[in-house]
């Protein structure tokens, strides 16, 4: 069992940056894919970012690429969502999400409770 906590959300301007971050608990952290998933208002989730196990690589979905930087500190149980050049389609309610395994996950079995993230002048 994997219980996953967001925090760092807020009000930002566009163009600003906020950095999520998401502590997960259990000695297995370092085997699991992280993801990390947004809601916005009146829609479905969305994929935004995935890193594999050993933080070697990742992926983003098109609209966050040059944006959005994942990372993971393995020592400390935590993913990390680096968000610059932020703009007000990108307000949502984010959400990190772990899968173990050794391919890139098509679904993911640990949620986090989400943190909101709203980007308005």
């Known amino acids: 069992q994997v219980q996953l906590v967001e925090s760092g959300g807020g009000l930002v301007q566009p163009g600003g940056s906020l950095r999520l971050s998401c502590a997960a608990s259990?000695?297995?952290?370092?085997?699991?894919?992280m993801g990390w998933f947004r809601q916005p208002p009146g829609k479905e989730r969305e994929f935004v970012s995935a890193?594999?196990?050993?933080?070697?690589?990742?992926r983003y979905t098109d609209s966050v690429k040059g944006r959005f930087t994942i990372s993971r500190d393995n020592a400390k149980n935590t993913v990390y969502l680096q968000m610059n050049s932020l703009k007000p389609e990108d307000t949502a309610v984010y959400y990190c999400?772990?899968?173990?395994?050794?391919?890139?996950?098509?679904?993911?079995?640990?949620w986090g409770q989400g943190t909101q993230v709203t980007v308005s002048s």
């Open positions: 259990g000695r297995t952290f370092s085997s699991y894919f």
């Open positions: 890193i594999t196990a050993n933080g070697v690589s990742t």
């Open positions: 999400a772990a899968k173990g395994g050794i391919r890139w996950p098509v679904s993911y079995d640990y």
